[in-house]
T-cell receptor, first 115, second 110 residues
Framework: KAGVTQTPRYLIKTRGQQVTLSCSPI?????VSWYQQTPGQGLQFLFE???????NKGNFPGRFSGRQFSNSRSEMNVSTLELGDSALYLC??????????????FGPGTRLTVT | TQLLEQSPQFLSIQEGENLTVYCNSS?????LQWYRQEPGEGPVLLVT?????EVKKLKRLTFQFGDARKDSSLHITAAQPGDTGLYLC??????????FGKGTRLHILP
């Protein structure tokens, strides 16, 4: 079974620009989550989509948005980029097991550098 | 806000030694996951622990969930250079948001 794929792997943008990142989950997984990883803050939850609906959201400004398509693929958009948005953006797909057990499978990430 | 505190932050030991890293919280979690992340890659799921007191083994790695489901530990026996990486614990908070600890960066010296 193919893993989670993310495109592009690397991206360099200028302050003020906007960017769209893409994630294809594992086949059959309907939940896709996005995370921002920085050396100082670690992995921080951005949002989760399930069956095209945002099910949960972290504490990030409205410049960060996402969506999920009917085939479970997801995109994340960041508008008006700031230097502090430089980070590794990780996508994870999951299948929720019995109860509230979350086992997530991560893609390799998109390394975004804002200059 | 529920937090997961991992300790130590950094650990560098010689090949063949044993080590334990910890994941602690003041809150109860329904389950905890451990991941390992290597540079330039996404985290890879190692194990999920669910029941208080549960112990799971993955070759030389032993994972334990605290009786009160507030803490977990990862013990590595006879560490090898291939164990080098960032070890992360994660759990779902009461709002079903996944929170991660900041990780333990482990370096095994050959």
């Amino acid at each position: 079974k193919a893993g989670v794929t993310q495109t592009p792997r690397y991206l360099i943008k200028t302050r003020g620009q906007q960017v769209t990142l893409s994630c294809s989950p594992i086949s059959g997984h309907r939940s896709v989550s996005w995370y921002q990883q920085t050396p100082g803050q670690g992995l921080q939850f951005l949002f989760e989509y399930f069956s095209e609906t945002q099910r949960n959201k972290g504490n990030f400004p409205g410049r960060f948005s996402g969506r999920q398509f009917s085939n479970s693929r997801s995109e994340m958009n960041v508008s008006t980029l700031e230097l502090g948005d430089s980070a590794l953006y990780l996508c994870a797909s999951s299948t929720q097991l019995a109860g509230v057990i979350y086992e997530q499978y991560f893609g390799p990430g998109t390394r975004l550098t804002v200059t | 806000t529920q937090l997961l505190e991992q300790s130590p932050q950094f650990l560098s030991i010689q090949e063949g030694e044993n080590l334990t890293v910890y994941c602690n919280s003041s809150s109860v979690f329904s389950s905890l996951q451990w991941y390992r992340q290597e540079p330039g890659e996404g985290p890879v799921l190692l194990v999920t622990v669910v029941t208080g007191g549960e112990v799971k083994k993955l070759k030389r790695l032993t994972f334990q969930f605290g009786d009160a489901r507030k803490d977990s530990s990862l013990h590595i026996t006879a560490a090898q250079p291939g164990d080098t990486g960032l070890y992360l614990c994660a759990g779902a908070d009461r709002d079903d948001k996944i929170i991660f600890g900041k990780g333990t960066r482990l370096h095994i010296l050959p």
